[in-house]
């Protein structure tokens, strides 16, 4: 039996069960999008007893088309309103965080020259093709943030790279997953802070931040990758998506730039 719960931008993903088990199997949607995949593969293993809450570990099942399979992992979307799940998600990230990076990089993960270029293109990407479609009061501080993301970490680490709310299984009080590690690699520790600061409640936010100890810096570029996590959604709607995806990703850019306001 096979259950579709197919909405990922980069893989098309499946439910398997079987005699023994329920499994995951993850093939890209595009050609392009495989190398994550292929990431996952090899540094997942190396970092599962790593980390103080489980992640997949997949193994290669096919080679054409390229897929892999992983044990189910239990868990419901994380609401972002527990302040139990949230300090289980700052001991999470700082664990992640602290783990060395020239090791990580032996195992798969990406350096920190092509996690940073990956995102410098993508910046490159909304200053000519999303800035524009923005209202005219919001091009300054909508240009001041892209300045702010273009100068990269100073001390990359591991980090997970899109860790929001699909990506954060809970059951009850408890967080049973973190999964979706295609973006990961060494890069900046405040992308993991986005919407695990910012877009999640204050309880659960509040304790993400005591759990994992994050300074005013820090912080200040979580709230910046926050601010622009809408305008991906623009870019992959003017790409593959289709319009639904350019006009919600404009509104959630608008309401966050206007929430938040600009910041030096």
């Given at each position: 039996m096979t259950d579709h719960f197919d909405r990922g931008w980069d893989n098309r993903v499946s439910l398997v069960e079987d005699a023994r088990g329920r499994w995951v199997e993850r093939t890209p949607r595009f050609p392009d999008r495989e190398p994550q995949l292929r990431r996952e593969a090899a540094l997942l293993p190396w970092l599962a007893p790593r980390l103080p809450v489980p992640v997949p570990v997949p193994t290669i099942v096919s080679e054409a088309p390229f897929t892999v399979r992983y044990a189910y992992l239990p868990g419901e979307r994380c609401p972002g309103t527990s302040a139990a799940q949230g300090a289980e998600?700052?001991?999470?990230?700082?664990?992640?965080?602290?783990?060395?990076?020239?090791e990580?990089?032996?195992?798969g993960a990406r350096g920190p020259d092509d996690w940073h270029g990956e995102r410098r293109a993508s910046l490159e990407r909304m200053r000519a093709d999303v800035l524009p479609m923005l209202p005219a009061r919001l091009h300054d501080p909508g240009a001041a943030l892209l300045d702010r993301l273009a100068t990269p970490a100073e001390d990359p680490r591991l980090v997970h790279g899109d860790l929001g709310p699909d990506?954060?299984?809970?059951?009850?009080?408890?967080?049973?997953?973190?999964?979706?590690?295609?973006?990961?690699g060494l890069g900046d520790p405040a992308v993991d802070l986005a919407w695990t600061a910012f877009g999640a409640?204050?309880?659960?936010?509040?304790?993400?931040?005591?759990?994992?100890?994050?300074?005013?810096?820090?912080?200040?570029?979580?709230?910046?990758?926050?601010?622009?996590?809408?305008?991906?959604?623009?870019?992959?709607?003017?790409?593959?998506?289709?319009?639904?995806?350019?006009?919600?990703?404009?509104?959630?850019?608008?309401?966050?730039?206007?929430?938040?306001?600009?910041?030096?």
């Open positions: 998600v700052g001991a999470f990230l700082n664990a992640l965080h602290s783990l060395d990076p020239a990580a990089q032996e195992h990506h954060i299984r809970v059951a009850g009080e408890r967080v049973t997953a973190v999964i979706d590690w295609g973006d990961c409640v204050p309880a659960f936010a509040d304790a993400v931040l005591a759990a994992y100890g994050a300074g005013p810096g820090l912080v200040g570029r979580g709230r910046d990758f926050h601010l622009v996590g809408p305008w991906h959604e623009v870019l992959y709607g003017l790409a593959e998506g289709g319009p639904t995806f350019v006009e919600s990703g404009l509104a959630g850019a608008v309401e966050r730039l206007e929430r938040f306001g600009s910041r030096s």
